[in-house]
């Protein structure tokens, strides 16, 4: 009975955890293709939604990215996605640039300092 | 007993409001959700906190303000983790008579293109769905029972400003979600001085410079205020970085800032000390490690005491550390420059302690 008792309770508390609704509220996020970019980052992220509800047999139209990311396996899919749909992850060759960096390189230290002093030179009040 | 009180004082009122980041409501910037629009214009401080260096007073208004909230069933206004949204040149600023250093042509303008206000410069996206992604998840699948803050920057995205420099962070402050100073600068065994946090370097891909003048770089930031001699001061520790060094192994930096919006939590600027995590040891009698590897994650104790007290025996403020100034703010952050880039880091467990 106890142990009955027990496997109900972790039942509950699983569902309770998969239905609990996650509580967001912001500015459309439309915003960030219409009033800035034009039609690029639109039709790169509805290409990146539509290739993840692909994967996952959902309506590309019908879902948020929000539902679509509910842990870091579903980020770095969508990190992959996006990288490639983007064009990112290849080099000029169409080769796959990104899964070859496992370690961030090194690069010149005082070259680095330089860079520090001119990206800091580009901000807002400094 | 005296210890007992201590103790109980201490936990009381110092430290992380969500210790442990287990209730991770997390809010952008501004307090109200019309701030930085037309019907809610910002306001611009005059004159800005340090003289020397670029300064502005426009624009008032912006197309949208890019609130933003999770993990609250209605807009909060205490008890929430603070999220900056930045993404340079994030207002219009004008450069100075004498600037120093000379980076400007005086009376120089550089304008702003962006959507949104300061620190809401752009909208919050999921991560991987635009170049500002955040979220909070608790990652069930793989058996995981606590949140990490995801920070997930992702420049193949279009930037509206030429050469934007997006900055994407979560952090508390005190009368900004948190309701109390986080700690204490001073070594008193009792004192909420330390910071301990997990962080992880999940993922990246290095960007592409946008132009000639300007280097593609990122960086991860932990970066903390505290408040004395009439400004407001803080120390930015690099985490991880590439192609950018705010220190060697004899130089750091000091930044005079300015952040003449008096709506924003950062208002209205600070002096701050840029030191390499790796570089700490060169300067400080500890050490900080470096993330260099994708997926490596460390559990990190930093006494925020010995470094704040150490950037100031080195001369990084122009006044010096009293003991027992409040530490006002701690923050975790992203930042880069380029294109075609992305970095994933998150943050979690993160909690004041005095041991």
Redesign the interface.
């Known amino acids: 009975m106890v142990k009955k008792l027990h496997i109900l309770l972790m039942i509950g508390i699983f569902t309770a955890i998969l239905t609990t609704p996650r509580i967001y509220s912001q500015d459309s996020d439309s915003l960030l293709e219409t009033e800035y970019s034009g039609a690029a980052n639109l039709e790169l992220k509805q290409a990146i939604l539509k290739e993840i509800a692909d994967r996952r047999g959902l309506d590309s139209s019908k879902v948020h990215p929000d539902d679509l990311i509910h842990s870091a396996a579903d980020i770095s899919e969508t990190f992959q996605v996006s990288c490639e749909i983007s064009g990112a992850c290849t080099d000029k060759d169409g080769n796959s640039a990104h899964d070859q960096l496992s370690e961030i390189p090194d690069y010149d230290e005082e070259k680095g300092f330089l860079n520090a002093q001119k990206i800091r030179a580009q901000k807002s009040g400094g | 007993m005296v210890i007992l009180l201590i103790s109980l004082e201490n936990t009381a009122f110092c430290q992380f409001q969500d210790q442990g980041l287990v209730d991770a409501v997390v809010r952008t910037d501004f307090d109200s959700q019309t701030q930085g629009t037309s019907v809610n214009p910002l306001t611009y401080s005059s004159p ?1 906190l340090f003289s020397i ?4 007073n426009s624009p008032a208004s912006f ?11 209605t ?1 909060p206004s205490s008890d929430f983790w603070v999220l900056s949204i930045n993404n ?4 219009d ?1 004008v450069c100075p008579t004498n600037p120093n ?1 000379p ?2 042509t005086p009376g120089e303008v ?1 304008y ?4 949104g206000p ?1 620190n809401q410069s ?10 500002m992604g955040f ?1 909070t ?6 058996g995981e029972d606590f949140y ?1 803050a ?1 920070l ?1 920057m ?1 420049t ?5 400003m030429p ?1 934007g ?1 997006p900055f994407l962070g979560i952090g508390a402050q005190n009368g900004r979600g948190n309701s109390y100073a986080l700690g204490q600068l001073n070594n008193g065994y009792y004192t909420y001085k330390k910071v301990k946090f997990t962080a992880k370097l ?5 960007p592409t410079p946008v132009n000639e ?3 593609a ?1 990122f960086a991860f930031y932990i970066y903390a205020l505290s408040s004395w001699g009439g400004k407001p001061r803080g120390v930015f520790l690099t985490l ?9 192994s004899s ?1 750091f ?1 000091i ?6 919006v008096q709506e924003s939590f950062y208002y209205p ?1 600070a002096q701050w000390v ?1 030191i390499d995590a790796e570089d700490v040891s060169n300067f400080c009698p500890f050490s900080v490690p470096r993330l ?3 997926g490596q994650q460390i559990a990190y104790t930093i006494n925020l005491y010995l470094l704040f007290k150490c950037a100031s025996d080195l001369g990084g403020f122009d006044s010096t550390m009293p003991s027992g100034s409040s530490i006002e703010g701690i923050h975790w952050a992203v930042e880069m ?1 380029g294109k ?3 970095l ?1 880091t ?1 943050v979690h467990n993160m909690r004041m302690a005095a041991q």
Request: glycine share 8%; net charge negative; hydrophobic share 35%.
């Open positions: 800005c260096v670029s300064c502005g197309a949208s303000t890019n609130y933003f909230s999770q993990n609250a069933a807009w340079e040149t994030s207002y600023q250093p980076i400007c550089s702003t293109l962006n959507p300061l752009l909208p919050r996206s999921a991560p991987g769905y635009g170049l979220t998840l608790v990652d069930t699948e793989i990490r995801h997930v992702n193949f995205f279009a930037n509206p050469g420099i999940w993922d990246f891909i290095l003048k300007q280097p770089t991880a970085h590439w192609n950018i060094d705010n220190s060697d130089n930096t930044y005079n800032w300015n952040w003449p600027g840029f260099t590897a994708k420059s075609d880039g992305g994933w998150s």
